[in-house]
């Protein structure tokens, strides 16, 4: 007979505390407000479905909430994000001095919009955008926002040229095409905004991401752009935006049908330009018409600031563009939210001008140099594959030719490698799964969790779900030393599971996962422990 049931953790709560006696009053000699430590919620419920009739001091509402924050993954050890969890000091004193500003609010805070508006002017100068002082472009929440403009741009362009040209715009519609290794927020475009979503398979070959040619199979006179994604969320590959470019270029000449190119640069778009110079992605292809980016990843700020900008106003058609007669002035808004805070595009600006181009290409080289290192590491055990090529030189016959060919290559040059993110994708290698079939690689983020690390392990897109892979995201913040550690027990874990047989060796290594560090003493080098927490001297 099983024992197993479902258990209701609130309803066995709330069944196991002391039922007060019906004639029982609380005493009033002590003061709410002096009982320590979480005041009267040392003893009472903390309210979850309806707010409490009676509020709590300040620092207890704190403390309160603290201590179930803590409960919360360490932001330095979250690998699966690309967000940015650090700024320096200063940055962090900018932000508290402007938290309660508005930035819609153009005409009280008008150092805020100048600040704004600088900031999209060095990004237009970073990405090539043929007039710098006349870039137009916006801050958004993030790069979700940033997506659904451009996509809107696109759909409102399409829409008035079949207009002119007395076509229909709802038979059969507007499509967009995008890889299907495409982040959530692309099709979210797609589903919320009524176009047809045409999501172009990819395969090991592609390299996990958009393969232009085949991406043209799926292109036709109703297709408002494509999504070209600089740093694919599944391995960090990029896209080939200049490849891309060419094929609409030539599809243009033979059917007069004009198809823009979106360039998805949440994370690439700030790093490409600082690691990758040469590369082209950015305005210099005409065919690029907008570009947006994240700020809050590899823009180094923190959570809350995202970024558009269009190649000229032309691209951003004049029927999204609302202007306002409010709070005191004639001001101009082009996003989907109207408040958004201030603080955020501020922590960017003060970015710009702390680290500079060459601040950021520093950090940028920095992270890619320690993602190779994991990369070679990974490789190195026979136990991983890795998908990400990061680490893997170019096709150049220079660098190929032998070791005497390599003699004087510069290894720390990220231009000599594949580009891409700073990100590490893996899997079990072939062999181990043949060797080791019982292990399973989800217990890998299982028990790296164990140890404080989140690292996920997820299937690749459509077509290719039957394969799962780890990911690491390599932030400012993921030194060398932390690299060093995260390897140390991703070994320790791999080996452990070789070592066992049994299918339950994953829970059990989670009670016996504490290793030996250098230095350290062997075990019985001391006396033979009493029993109690008493320590001989």
């Not at 002391?18 to 040392?42: E, L, V």
């Amino acid at each position: 007979m099983s024992l197993s049931k479902h258990i209701n953790p609130e309803s066995l709560i709330r069944e196991s505390k002391d039922k007060k006696h019906p004639h029982h009053h609380r005493s009033t000699t002590t003061s709410i407000s002096t009982i320590s430590y979480g005041a009267r919620y040392g003893t009472q419920s903390i309210p979850k479905f309806h707010i409490p009739s009676k509020g709590t001091s300040a620092e207890n509402a704190y403390q309160l909430i603290h201590d179930e924050l803590a409960l919360d993954g360490s932001p330095s050890l979250n690998l699966a994000s690309f967000v940015n969890t650090w700024m320096p000091e200063p940055a962090n004193k900018l932000m508290v001095e402007n938290m309660s500003k508005n930035l819609i609010d153009q005409d009280e805070y008008p150092m805020t919009q100048l600040i704004h508006t600088r900031c999209v002017s060095i990004l237009a100068d970073l990405w090539h955008a043929p007039s710098t002082k006349q870039a137009i472009g916006t801050a958004t929440t993030g790069s979700s926002e940033a997506i659904q403009l451009g996509g809107l741009a696109m759909k409102r362009i399409w829409q008035e040229r079949r207009k002119a040209a007395s076509k229909s715009i709802h038979e059969p519609g507007p499509n967009i095409v995008m890889g299907a290794n495409a982040q959530v927020a692309l099709e979210k475009f797609a589903r919320y905004f009524e176009v047809e979503c045409r999501l172009v398979p990819v395969n090991s070959e592609s390299k996990y991401r958009l393969d232009p040619k085949k991406a043209m199979e799926y292109i036709d006179e109703n297709t408002i752009g494509v999504f070209v994604i600089l740093g694919s969320t599944y391995t960090g590959h990029y896209e080939p935006v200049k490849e891309m470019a060419d094929l609409l270029d030539e599809y243009e000449k033979q059917t007069g049908h004009f198809v823009p190119i979106h360039v998805d640069g949440a994370s690439g778009a700030f790093i490409a330009p600082f690691a990758q110079p040469k590369l082209l992605w950015d305005f210099k292809i005409p065919r690029v018409v907008s570009i947006n980016t994240s700020g809050h990843k590899f823009g180094l700020s923190y959570v809350g600031v995202g970024w558009v900008v269009w190649r000229s106003k032309e691209y951003l058609p004049k029927d999204l563009i609302f202007e306002l007669h409010y709070l005191g002035s004639v001001e101009y808004s082009f996003s989907l939210n109207f408040s958004r805070p201030a603080a955020p595009i501020i922590a960017q600006y003060f970015n710009f001008l702390h680290l500079g181009f060459e601040g950021y290409r520093r950090v940028a080289l920095d992270d890619l140099k320690n993602a190779r290192l994991l990369s070679r590491v990974l490789e190195g055990t026979g136990w991983y594959t890795v998908l990400s090529d990061i680490h893997r030189k170019k096709h150049d016959p220079l660098l190929t030719k032998g070791a005497q060919a390599t003699v004087g290559i510069d290894e720390e040059n990220p231009e000599n490698y594949n580009e891409g993110l700073p990100v590490v994708s893996f899997r079990f290698s072939n062999r181990f799964q043949e060797q080791y079939p019982e292990i399973q690689q989800k217990w890998i983020q299982t028990l790296l969790r164990a140890k404080g690390w989140i690292v996920p392990n997820y299937e690749l897109p459509p077509d290719l779900e039957n394969v799962q892979i780890l990911r690491v995201v390599v932030r400012e913040n993921c030194t060398e030393v932390l690299i060093d550690r995260l390897v140390s027990d991703i070994v320790e874990i791999t080996q452990n599971l070789v070592d066992r047989a049994s299918s339950t060796h994953a829970l059990d290594i989670l009670g016996h996962g504490q290793h030996r560090e250098i230095g350290q003493m062997e075990e019985g080098s001391g006396s033979q422990s009493s029993g109690t927490y008493a320590k001989q001297c």
